[in-house]
């Protein structure tokens, strides 16, 4: 195991190396949203600092994972899993390897790689990550590899690779929002103990957003606020089993039963890294880390409770 986590520290630097030297003196992609600091040249230190930081990231979460989640080995197998969890988990994968690419994306722009190596650069790691994620599965006992979770892996690469190439900026994004709900009681060890626990594993408590920038596709004039955006959502809600619910009683011994449904949300939300009064590193610190749905009034459909309205945050259910 301690060779393997050395040999994907390796392989992250190997990367991130192989990918600058051979695409970082190319000629970059002419973009609208290109601001003058993104033609100064590589800037060693950072460059540095990003490669090195995302190694020890890549191999410190390996060796959690690792020792947290994927305690009992087993030869490796694959299963579907595309019918659980109202899509959720799916849905999941492809908003984490969005967020991801982008992320790996800023920071090599921050450290004076061109356009083009860090669009490259940010898509192979999230992948690079996603995939050595869904290898574990397939030798961990309870779980195995997923094509489902491949096919959303590389759907949320895409998404951003694809408008980073073809429109220079995101103008959709993918986001993540969570509230606590009364679920995890009833399985902890599946749904969580802890509020930590629960943002990874308690779906109904998820909420995916795709986030789209106004200003990129409606003809709006220039005093029109760049950073606004529309969001619709998406999540589920009354699951305490991956297909299905199983039977669970309360403390009288009656039998309590869930409603397993699907959500829908439209709500406002801001792009801060289209703050034009932030600096451009700032611009880009945003951009790397912005992966939560900003708190904002919605509008909820769902099939049980037709159309509500909710002033300030989802509540909890």
């Not at 299963?79 to 390897?97: R, V, Y």
């Not at 779980?143 to 220079?168: E, H, I, P, R």
């Not at 297909?243 to 009656?254: C, K, L, M, Q, S």
Request: proline share 6%.
């Amino acid at each position: 195991m301690k060779q393997l986590i050395r040999t994907a520290g390796l392989l992250v630097i190997s990367l991130l190396l192989l990918v600058q030297t051979t695409l970082a003196q190319g000629p970059p992609i002419s973009l609208a949203s290109a601001t003058p600091a993104d033609a100064t040249g590589i800037r060693e230190g950072r460059l540095i600092g990003v490669i090195a930081g995302t190694a020890a990231f890549y191999t410190i979460t390996l060796l959690v994972l690792r020792k947290q989640w994927y305690k009992k080995r087993v030869p490796f197998h694959s299963f579907n899993d595309n019918g659980e969890w109202l899509q959720m988990d799916k849905i999941g994968h492809a908003t984490t390897a969005y967020c991801m690419s982008r992320g790996g994306y800023e920071l090599m722009r921050w450290s004076g790689v061109n356009e083009r190596a860090s669009i490259l650069t940010g898509g192979l790691l999230a992948l690079l990550f996603q995939t050595t994620l869904e290898i574990y599965d397939g030798h961990a006992e309870g779980w195995g590899f997923s094509k489902g979770d491949m096919v959303a892996n590389v759907a949320g690469t895409a998404l951003f690779m694809g408008q980073q190439y073809g429109a220079g900026q995101q103008v959709v994004n993918l986001k993540y929002g969570f509230r606590k709900t009364i679920y995890p009681p009833y399985r902890p060890n599946l749904l969580g103990r802890t509020t930590g626990q629960q943002m990874l594993k308690d779906y109904n408590g998820q909420q995916y957003w795709l986030s789209v920038n106004l200003a990129s596709v409606l003809p709006v004039g220039p005093s029109f606020p760049r950073w606004l955006n529309l969001d619709v959502g998406y999540s589920g809600s009354g699951m305490i089993g991956g297909h299905e619910n199983p039977r669970v009683f309360d403390a009288n011994g009656t039998e309590i039963k869930f409603d397993r449904h699907r959500q829908f949300f439209l709500s406002p939300d801001a792009d801060l890294s289209r703050v034009s009064t932030f600096s451009p590193s700032l611009q880009r610190f945003i951009g790397t880390v912005q992966f939560f749905k900003l708190p904002a009034p919605s509008l909820e459909f769902s099939r049980p409770n037709g159309l509500r309205f909710h002033p300030f945050i989802v509540p909890k259910e």
